[in-house]
């Protein structure tokens, strides 16, 4: 059984950082993508992040530049920091994986992998 283990949330002021990790166990081979979304309060789910099997990574433009997604492959664990953190990126985030003949999609629906969520708390 395949699972995925996240952790790495918290509480951080704005301008902060935080690192989530995103740990699977139960899956052999590597992923063809990992991923990771998010859902604000009020608000609906959205992909964060996403890194491919050839380390070809995908952001959104709300993130990019503060967000770096990366991998251990090795372990199959994906890990997302978080830096210059603003209130609106508070959310409960989630990790996504699909095997390896997936694909990065951009809704978290479509991954065959989904992990727990994280709360991550941003304050002004």
């Known amino acids: 059984q395949v699972r995925l283990a996240v952790s790495g949330g918290g509480s951080v002021q704005a301008g902060g950082s935080l690192r ?3 740990a699977a ?3 052999s081979s590597g992923f063809a993508c990992m991923g990771w979304f ?3 309060q009020g ?7 996403t890194i491919d099997l050839h380390g070809t990574t995908r952001y959104a433009d709300s993130v990019k530049g503060r967000f770096t997604i990366s ?3 090795a372990k199959n664990t994906t890990f997302l920091q978080m830096d210059s ?4 990126d508070a959310a409960m985030y ?5 095997p390896n003949y997936g694909y990065c999609y951009r809704a978290a629906s479509e991954y065959t992998y989904r992990g727990q969520g994280t709360q ?3 304050s002004s």
């Open 25 to 27: 166990s139960g899956y």
């Open 38 to 40: 998010r859902q604000g």
């Open 120 to 122: 991550v708390t941003v």
């Open 71 to 73: 991998k251990d492959g």
């Open 20 to 22: 989530l990790s995103c």
């Open 85 to 88: 953190l603003k209130p609106e």
């Open 94 to 98: 989630y990790c996504a994986a699909n």
């Open 43 to 49: 608000k609906e789910r959205e992909e964060v992040a």
